[in-house]
């Protein structure tokens, strides 16, 4: 298992064996030898394609998308803000969503008691068909508190068996280093890392205070399920379906103000559409709400006479900014993604 941990992490690496002489010719095993090593570094080449692009945090009651982290970033997150859905008739909700009876069973429940968020940590890679897993370290204030592989995607740290439902990480107030390495057999080939600062003093500011976007999803709009996150400078494959985008937001906001924009011939981008979107959810294409109380969500929208849609083949620039009740504007949240 040691072995396991250094070689996963890039501690350990394999021998080769003898290299042929220079300038001899490639026969015999030396042939066998180069041929399978060309076929191997060809597939670590594709492999090197993948990045740890995001990693994002659940309410495991809920099972809803509370916050997103892009690797290399920093978040701080005052305790209670987030993952704090368990703390209402909490025995209740927990017995239904992990079908326990006795009490004593429940794992959250020392969570509750202390009131702390109840969060699910997931790892977000651009492709995963040739990952073998993904290893994930948690260091708490400069010391490693846990380290899991995960083998199939979702890369949930918690667990999910079956896929559902995201299990919790126990988090504690603190400053956490959160490492994510992506593994084929042969080696990681991506590593993303971020900090995430649980704050429990309630006398500091909200630094999470006012409107805000946390993050943006791709929404099949034919079938209205979320197809992935938008990542900055990623591509989309669309094939026969039809592209939505929704905006994931701070509990203060009340509107989303889109702007869409394509890339030119010139490698400039020119705007194809700006609007506000008052309800939620809210989305760049806009929707309706079904009275079943589903979301019905647009591929497209006609402006001016004018369809508007995300189309193969070209790439675009998305901003989104959240704005409250008063007329207070956000951040904006900026993506810029290729549709194939």
């Known amino acids: ?40 570094e060809g597939l670590e080449h594709r ?88 290893g994930v370290a948690l260091s708490l204030n400069g010391r490693t508190v846990d380290s899991v592989f995960e083998q199939t995607e979702p ?11 995201f299990l919790p990480t126990k988090f504690v107030p603190g400053t956490y280093t959160i490492v994510a390495n992506a593994n084929t057999e042969q080696r990681t ?13 309630p006398s500091n500011p909200n630094p999470n205070s006012g409107p805000r976007v946390n993050s943006l999803t791709f929404v099949d709009a034919n079938t209205d399920q979320d197809i992935s996150a938008v990542v900055d400078r990623a591509s989309i494959r669309k094939g026969t379906r039809s592209l939505a985008i ?33 309800r939620a959810p809210f989305t760049l294409l806009s929707d309706r709400l079904l009275a079943n109380g589903r979301v019905d969500y647009a591929g497209t929208l006609t402006v001016n006479g004018r369809r508007v849609s995300l189309e193969a083949g070209k790439t675009y620039r998305v901003t989104a900014t959240a704005i409250d009740a008063s007329g207070n504007r956000g951040t904006a949240f900026v ?6």
Request: aromatic share 6%; hydrophobic share 35%; proline share 5%.
């Open 1 to 40: 298992m040691a072995f396991a941990w250094m070689h996963k992490f890039g501690v350990g690496t394999k021998a080769r064996g003898p290299e042929p002489a220079a300038g001899a010719p490639p026969s015999g095993p030396n042939r066998v030898a180069r041929s399978s090593r060309a076929m191997l």
């Open 47 to 134: 492999c090197l394609m993948t990045a740890v692009t995001q990693f994002e945090l659940y309410d495991t009651v809920t099972q809803q998308l509370v916050r997103t982290v892009e690797t290399g970033a920093t978040l701080t997150i005052r305790l209670g803000d987030v993952g704090r859905s368990g703390l209402r008739n909490e025995l209740d909700v927990l017995r239904r969503r992990f079908g326990h009876t006795n009490p004593s069973d429940f794992t959250d429940l020392q969570r509750v008691r202390d009131r702390t968020p109840s969060l699910a940590l997931r790892v977000v890679t651009d492709r995963s068909e040739n990952l073998s897993d993904v």
């Open 155 to 165: 890369y949930i740290q918690g667990g999910n068996p079956g896929g559902r439902p």
């Open 189 to 201: 080939v991506a590593t993303g890392r971020v900090t995430i600062v649980f704050d429990n003093n």
């Open 246 to 278: 929704r905006a994931n937001v701070g509990s203060t906001t009340s509107k989303v103000s889109f702007k869409l924009e394509q890339k030119q011939s010139n490698g400039q981008f020119a705007e194809i559409l700006s609007r506000t979107e008052s």
């Open 335 to 340: 993506r810029t993604f290729t549709v194939t």
